[in-house]
């Protein structure tokens, strides 16, 4: 049994030389191909192009009302060279539109201006083959329409579902860099936004300092920000505990009545950031009870802690409900 050897067959693939039968068949596979390629471009075939359209001079007290649209589709049918060239020049080109030069009609607070796209693929047309047609256009006009435009700051409200790792709070309400946007459009619709809103952004298991990329949420086609994009920060820190004592104050009291609460405070049991441990004072809550709930006959009166602050999570308080006496105030000597 004979096994080849791989010096030998290396040897023997050094040894060839291509003869001339070889440069024939490489020659002729060339020219084959070349041929074919030619006949394939003069065949005939369809496309679809894209047209991007810029417009320029738009003047500092109009805005579009809506957005114009930003590209045009065309479909041709053409010999594949002439397709290719006009593919190219079509990709490679921004066709501009000069506002400044279109002639505009005014309806109401607005004004309009057609262009038909016949026009725009005509210009780019020009100078390239004339075996092309065009077979499809997927809108027969652009129309521009423009109103009173204005710039106004728009404060970023940040859009957010967050949950936080156990013993982490937010050291602030998660805010947006920049948090006022610059934004430039109709008047009419300015004038009814104070703020633009982020896309919504879920945060999940906060232990640290975050910062994530957002888009702006708005109507492309009537607002135009200065940025589309905004930058959401959240910073986190570790709890601690503490306890605080605060008064408890009788609202909706007759005319003429006098409550006396027993006991007249109550011991709060809260958590808050480290930031915010040292300025928790008694004056940042408002702690309740309601007179009316003395018609109900109760033998206390139920505490109602009604507002706190943000960053200040309520543990536990005690008592939660209190012993009362109720006056006359003309019997008080």
């Not at 041929?35 to 471009?41: D, I, M, P, T």
């Not at 589709?73 to 921004?94: N, P």
């Not at 521009?144 to 949950?163: A, C, F, H, N, Q």
């Amino acid at each position: 049994m004979q096994s080849s050897d791989p010096a030998d067959t290396k040897s023997l693939f050094i040894r060839y030389k291509p003869g001339r039968r070889f440069y024939v068949f490489v020659i002729s596979l060339f020219l084959a191909s070349g041929f074919w390629l030619l006949n394939a471009l003069n065949k005939t075939y369809n496309e679809e192009i894209e047209i991007t359209l810029k417009y320029i001079n738009l003047p500092e007290d109009r805005a579009f009302s809506p957005v114009p649209y930003r590209n045009i589709k065309i479909e041709l049918s053409g010999d594949g060279y002439g397709l290719i060239q006009f593919r190219d020049v079509a990709e490679e080109d921004t066709v501009v539109i000069d506002i400044a030069k279109l002639h505009f009609e005014s309806y109401g607070r607005k004004e309009r201006a057609s262009i038909p796209t016949s026009v725009i693929v005509n210009d780019l047309k020009s100078g390239l083959s004339n075996n092309m047609n065009v077979t499809r256009i997927n809108r027969d006009t652009i129309e521009i329409v423009t109103e009173r435009g204005t710039s106004k700051e728009l404060k970023i409200k940040p859009d957010y579902s967050v949950t936080l790792a156990k013993g982490m709070v937010l050291k602030k309400p998660i805010y947006a860099v920049p948090e006022w946007v610059n934004t430039n459009g109709p008047i009419s619709v300015l004038d009814e936004l104070e703020e633009l809103k982020t896309d919504h952004v879920y945060l999940d298991d906060l232990s640290e300092y975050q910062e994530v990329e957002v888009e702006l949420s708005y109507n492309a086609k009537l607002l135009q920000p200065e940025v589309s994009t905004v930058r959401l920060i959240a910073e986190v820190e570790a709890l601690t505990e503490g306890e605080i004592e605060i008064p408890i104050h009788v609202e909706n009291i007759p005319e003429g009545k006098r409550v006396r609460l027993l006991p007249q405070i109550i011991t709060l049991k809260y958590s808050t950031g480290l930031s915010h441990y040292d300025f928790i004072t008694p004056e940042l809550f408002d702690v309740v009870v309601n007179y009316e709930n003395v018609l109900k006959n109760p033998s206390k009166l139920p505490v109602t802690i009604r507002t706190y602050p943000s960053y200040v999570n309520v543990i536990q308080y005690v008592p939660e409900r209190v012993d009362y006496l109720i006056m006359d105030l003309e019997d008080k000597k």
